[in-house]
């Protein structure tokens, strides 16, 4: 009995850190980071929430998000660099403002991103300003202009995206994370639009490219493998078509 309750002893501490240990690579995997240039090559920051984190990829994010397979269609034209944040909302008055993150861990996105002098910046935040809790119309439209003014400033070619549609998941009735796809169709996309219309910036609308296409997604919000494919084609089409 001595031998058994020595076992126990010994086995409930190992399982609670394997346990724990678990838990800390799950969580791991859905932190961002601000990445680091991995060459010579210019750079283009990709500053947006969620969908531009990969969180529909989260094992796979370092070959699966749309930057991953961005940077490989421009064949080492570009370092792409993600700045994504999961939750991430354009309004400084949403529950998680990507320019005033609460999270301290998370504070300071926007300016490391910037300070990588990269030549592109793509910016594409409002899929969870649509929440009801979140979302202001006329407070959308200022701060977005606000912000394209304010990088526009920098002189570097920007790039507006109209968030992706969203759409429930199989066999839910709703859009999952209180994401409105209402809201995203018939306010946000055409006041982005108008955004980039008025600060002569270019625009990639999202929503028309996956409007319909509930296999682009993992849980109709965050695309899959696929979905990330078809952004990224669409992106690299802009960028090379000049």
Same mark, same amino acid.
Not at 29 to 39: D, I, N, S
Not at 59 to 66: L, N
Not at 80 to 96: C, F, H, P, R
Not at 172 to 193: G, Q, W
């Given at each position: ?34 990445? +680091?240039? $991995? ?34 269609? =421009? ?27 609460? %999270? ?9 991103? *910037? &300070? ?31 912000? !394209?003014?304010?990088?526009? &400033?920098?002189?570097?070619? *920007? ?14 009735? %709703?859009?999952?994370?209180?994401? +409105? ?7 946000? !996309? ?10 002569? !910036?270019?625009?990639?609308? =999202?929503?028309? *490219?996956?409007?319909?296409?509930? %296999?682009?997604?993992?849980?109709? !919000? $965050? ?12 992106? $690299? ?6």
């Amino acid at each position: 009995m001595s031998l058994i309750k020595s076992i126990i002893k010994v086995g409930i501490p190992v399982a609670l850190t394997a346990a724990a240990y678990a838990v800390a690579k799950a969580r791991e995997l859905t932190l961002p980071a601000k990445e +680091k240039p $991995h060459g010579d090559a210019p750079i283009i920051v990709a500053m947006g929430d969620s969908i531009t984190f990969g969180a529909g990829v989260v094992q796979t994010r370092k070959s699966d998000s749309w930057e991953a397979k961005l940077e490989k269609l =421009l064949g080492g034209s570009y370092q792409v660099l993600n700045y994504g944040i999961s939750g991430a909302t354009l309004q400084d008055e949403g529950d998680k403002p990507y320019w005033n993150m609460p %999270e301290k861990h998370l504070q300071g996105y926007p300016q490391a991103a *910037l &300070a990588l002098e990269p030549q592109i910046i793509i910016l594409m935040l409002g899929t969870n300003d649509s929440k009801p809790y979140n979302w202001n119309r006329e407070r959308y439209q200022a701060q977005l202009d606000q912000r !394209v003014k304010e990088l526009k &400033a920098s002189g570097k070619r *920007l790039i507006l995206m109209c968030p992706p549609f969203a759409c429930p998941a199989d066999g839910a009735e %709703e859009v999952a994370f209180d994401i +409105k796809n209402e809201t995203i169709r018939d306010e946000i !996309v055409p006041i982005v639009k108008a955004c980039a219309q008025e600060n002569q !910036v270019e625009c990639i609308d =999202l929503y028309a *490219l996956t409007q319909g296409h509930s %296999e682009y997604f993992a849980d109709g !919000v $965050h695309p899959n493998s696929f979905g990330n494919r078809v952004i990224a084609a669409e992106i $690299h089409r802009v960028l090379t078509e000049q």
